[in-house]
């Protein structure tokens, strides 16, 4: 192989690297969470809990508890029916944890107000 060759390939190659290594870098993986949720208007008065990834997930789970930190709701999905009937309105906090497909870990937690 030439050296003309030898370069241009070692410059694509760098070239491509340094675009993977940057591309890695700025996915930023994170879960959407609402601030409001309302109950749904049926008899059931379902609260439809729909959290947002930007990344594919391989685990997750998500707790809601109350104010006094009792544990009302866990689930293993991020789109789900949470039982709303005798919940009443005010604020939740959530925590949510897994991983994403990528690898990185999951952590996240914060409220939201049940309208």
Same mark, same amino acid.
């Given at each position: ?12 190659? *760098?070239?491509?690297?340094? *675009?993977?290594?940057? +591309?890695? +870098?700025?996915?930023? !993986? ?11 208007? !049926? ?11 930007? !990344? ?15 544990? *009302?709701?866990?689930?293993? +999905?991020?789109?789900h029916f949470w039982q709303g009937k005798d919940k009443t309105p005010g604020n939740y906090y ?13 952590? +996240? ?5 049940? *309208?």
């Amino acid at each position: 192989m030439t050296h003309m060759k030898r370069i241009i390939l070692l410059i694509f190659f *760098l070239a491509f690297g340094e *675009l993977l290594v940057a +591309q890695q +870098q700025t996915e930023s !993986c994170s879960i959407k969470v609402p601030a409001e949720l309302k109950k749904e208007a !049926c008899g059931a008065q379902r609260i439809h809990l729909v959290f947002e990834s930007s !990344c594919s997930i391989q685990h997750v789970e998500i707790t809601v508890y109350n104010h006094w930190g009792n544990i *009302l709701y866990v689930s293993d +999905q991020l789109d789900h029916f949470w039982q709303g009937k005798d919940k009443t309105p005010g604020n939740y906090y959530y925590r949510i944890t897994g991983v994403f497909l990528n690898g990185n870990k999951i952590d +996240q937690n914060g409220y939201f107000t049940l *309208l």
